[in-house]
């Protein structure tokens, strides 16, 4: 299926489980680098709620159209005319917007394809992670611009890199290439360009392999662990651990690994009752 809502185009593509499992959200406004505005922001988030309501999705890639730009931050000509409230406004909706993104059952997959400065940057640290064409760009530079990040940029860089790093990115707003954000934990794996979308959509076809309530379990926890205390975290854990035994996914996977086990311990035996014959070299 292939649709676009304004300046989002969406794509579904099946994986190992069927259709639809799969859904591509990529940013459509190369003229301008991508850029977000109100509009295409608000287009965002009509995208990101229309996921939450597919059952059969189990993972989503967010990329970029062309190859310059993933999204190259909020649209400057759009902020230069905001007045102070209608920028905490449009503030408050990125932060909105990219929280809905977070908060989806299914992972999310950055497919960085190129510049991801200020708000890019901010919208790929929202996704569970990152893959990075070897051209792609990272950085803050909105000190450049008088002001600061608006879409949380001060609040999960630091929880991605540390504090001292976020610190350098922020306050010298100079922009790195994608060897050094891999260097830094910033993103996890850095890819030709060519092979960036066959690697982003090998890591979603091994997510839809995997159990869809467990990993679904597996996200939430690690969001919800993240501000809370190791012991309520772990009490958490323990309790979603014990909740996932009852269900179909887990009695499915168990059984798989024990009758595979069970092939491969019977292989085993029938190679030991009939060794190879003897080597009868020089």
Not at 97 to 117: D, K, M, Q, Y
Not at 155 to 168: F, I
Not at 169 to 176: D, M, N, S, V
Request: hydrophobic fraction near 45%; charge should be neutral; proline fraction near 6%.
């Amino acid at each position: 299926m292939n649709a676009s809502a304004s300046s989002i185009r969406v794509e579904d593509e099946p994986g190992p489980g069927g259709a639809g499992q799969i859904r591509w959200l990529t940013v459509d406004r190369p003229q301008a680098l991508n850029a977000l505005d109100p509009a295409t922001m608000d287009a965002l988030g009509g995208a990101v709620e229309a996921c939450g309501a597919l059952p059969e999705l189990r993972a989503v890639i967010l990329t970029g159209a062309g190859d310059r730009a993933f999204v190259a931050g909020a649209d400057v000509a759009a902020l230069a005319t905001m007045s102070p409230g209608e920028a905490a406004a449009f503030s408050r909706q990125g932060q909105r917007v990219f929280g809905s993104l977070e908060r989806l059952a299914v992972p999310v997959i950055a497919a960085v394809n190129g510049h991801a400065l200020g708000g890019g940057c901010e919208l790929a640290l929202a996704c569970d992670f990152i893959y990075a064409s070897a051209t792609a760009r990272f950085g803050m530079p909105e000190t450049r611009l008088g002001v600061i990040p608006g879409f949380g940029g001060t609040v999960w860089l630091p929880r991605r890199v540390g504090l001292a790093r976020a610190r350098e990115l922020l306050f010298t707003a100079e922009p790195i290439d994608a060897a050094e954000a891999l260097r830094l934990g910033l993103i996890n794996r850095v890819v030709e360009p060519a092979a960036l979308r066959d690697e982003a959509r090998r890591a979603a076809s091994a997510i839809c392999s995997r159990g869809p309530l467990a990993v679904a379990a597996a996200k939430r926890l690690l969001r919800e662990g993240a501000g809370r205390s190791a012991d309520e975290a772990l009490a958490l854990e323990a309790d979603q651990f014990g909740a996932l035994f009852a269900t179909e996914d887990a009695r499915t996977g168990m059984r798989a690994f024990l009758d595979k086990s069970a092939k491969s311990a019977a292989g085993d035996k029938v190679s030991k009752n009939n060794p190879p014959p003897p080597w009868r070299g020089r």
